[in-house]
């Protein structure tokens, strides 16, 4: 390839910007990408207009050609990756191989790794999860709430 290709990630962003890091390196070919990390902080680099351009949900991993065109969404940038360089063919060299390789990864992603990040997500309170501070009036609106007594 004659032109590289910038790869947004976010170390801390789990799982799918490691899941496309470490498909580079098994396939030998992340010296070949330069590398742009997001912060991922609440108001960081992957919610300005900048990042939303290459992406518009704002998240990472994205790729991005020279001409400013952009692929995101992990299972794409693998598949693109593994058929578009030289060398062993990471998710199979036939068909059916390349077939089992999808469906392991799915099952993977939502048995497992989705799960966990599920639960991480909804075992804390999500304003503080997302950095934000429990507003005010919905505290009191709910305290309200449950001081009504039933109507007869």
């Known amino acids: 390839m004659s032109e590289r290709l910038k790869i947004h990630t976010a170390p ?5 910007p490691q899941r496309v890091r470490l498909f580079m390196h098994e396939k030998g070919v992340a010296d070949q990408f330069d590398e742009q990390l997001l912060d991922m902080a609440p108001g960081g680099e992957q919610r300005s207009w900048q ?4 992406n518009p949900f704002g998240e990472a991993p994205t790729l991005e050609w020279a001409d ?7 299972p794409a940038i693998v ?4 058929q578009s360089y030289d060398g062993r063919k990471v998710t199979g060299a036939d068909a059916l191989t390349q077939a089992r390789d999808m469906m392991w990864d799915q099952r993977c992603y939502l048995h497992v790794l989705l799960s966990g990040a599920s639960h991480e997500r909804t075992s804390q309170d999500p304003y503080r999860a997302f950095g934000f501070p429990q507003p005010a009036a919905r505290t009191s609106f709910h305290a309200r709430k449950r001081r009504r007594r039933p109507v007869r």
């Open 79 to 82: 598949h693109y990756i593994d």
């Open 12 to 16: 801390s962003a789990f799982p799918n």
């Open 51 to 54: 990042h939303y351009a290459r």
């Open 68 to 74: 400013g065109s952009t692929l995101s969404e992990t």
